[in-house]
């Protein structure tokens, strides 16, 4: 089955400066990568994704980059505020089973911004 | 749109007792999962229901967990007995039919067991 390896698993920046978080997958059939973020108590709530033929997508201060070759992505977090503080998770989606997709996750980075 | 709904929000139980995780989907969500958090790691996948059909259940302990989906809409996941290690959060989470449009999750159910 997939696996998905996540570095690193805690993050630490100062306001405004960039975070980067770098997730590897095994299974080169994957072809969906999203990415979820997750606060004290609540549920993960996806923020961003990408697809296999996409190698970046952008939102705002939040962008994605896939390396299919590679097996391996990204997320960029720029102008970091305060309200980034959070649990950041990666997870990939294998399609080799129609119907029963299901979204692999990384282990978790928890990132904390510096004000 | 209502998001995914979960009770209780936190349980209390001695080991060997048994308990109870209710969710109800997104509406219209015909995928519904169930994941296990323990702290400080990622989501793991329990169960997964197509409408009211077990699609993937590889990874539920089946001597002490099992769930159902009636009527393809709501979900119970039961442990029983529960050990100490089965303290986590459990997460529901629904789609709208396929992994690859996302999930939406619930808040979860904090489990302590003692």
């Known amino acids: 089955g997939e696996n998905v390896e996540q570095h690193p698993s805690t993050l630490s920046v100062q306001e405004g400066d960039s975070a980067v978080i770098k997730c590897t997958y095994s299974?080169?059939?994957?072809?969906?990568f999203p990415w979820y973020k997750q606060e004290l108590g609540k549920g993960p709530q996806l923020i961003i994704d990408?697809?296999?033929?996409?190698g970046e997508k952008k939102d705002q201060r939040i962008a994605v980059t896939l390396n299919k070759t590679a097996k391996h992505f990204s997320l960029h977090i720029t102008e970091t505020q305060p309200e980034d503080s959070a649990v950041y998770f990666c997870?990939?989606?294998?399609?080799?089973?129609?119907?029963?997709?299901?979204?692999?996750f990384g282990t978790g980075t928890r990132l904390t911004i510096i004000p | 749109e209502a998001g995914v709904a979960q009770s209780p929000r936190y349980k209390i139980i001695e080991k060997r007792q048994s308990v109870a995780f209710w969710c109800n989907p997104i509406?219209?969500?015909?995928?519904l999962y169930w994941y296990q958090q323990i702290l400080g790691q990622g989501p793991k996948l329990l169960i997964q229901?197509?409408?009211?059909?077990?699609?993937?259940d590889s990874q539920l302990p089946k001597d002490r967990f099992s769930a159902e989906r009636l009527k393809g809409v709501d979900s119970t996941l039961k442990i029983q007995p529960a050990k100490l290690e089965d303290s986590a959060v459990y997460l529901c989470?629904?789609?709208?039919?396929?992994?690859?449009?996302?999930?939406?999750f619930g808040s979860g159910t904090r489990l302590t067991v003692v």
């Open positions: 989470a629904s789609s709208l039919e396929r992994a690859n449009y996302g999930y939406t």
């Open positions: 299974d080169s059939a994957s072809n969906y």
């Open positions: 990408i697809r296999s033929n996409v």
């Open positions: 997870a990939a989606s294998n399609p080799r089973n129609f119907g029963n997709e299901k979204l692999t």
């Open positions: 509406s219209g969500h015909a995928t």
């Open positions: 229901f197509q409408n009211n059909g077990v699609v993937d």
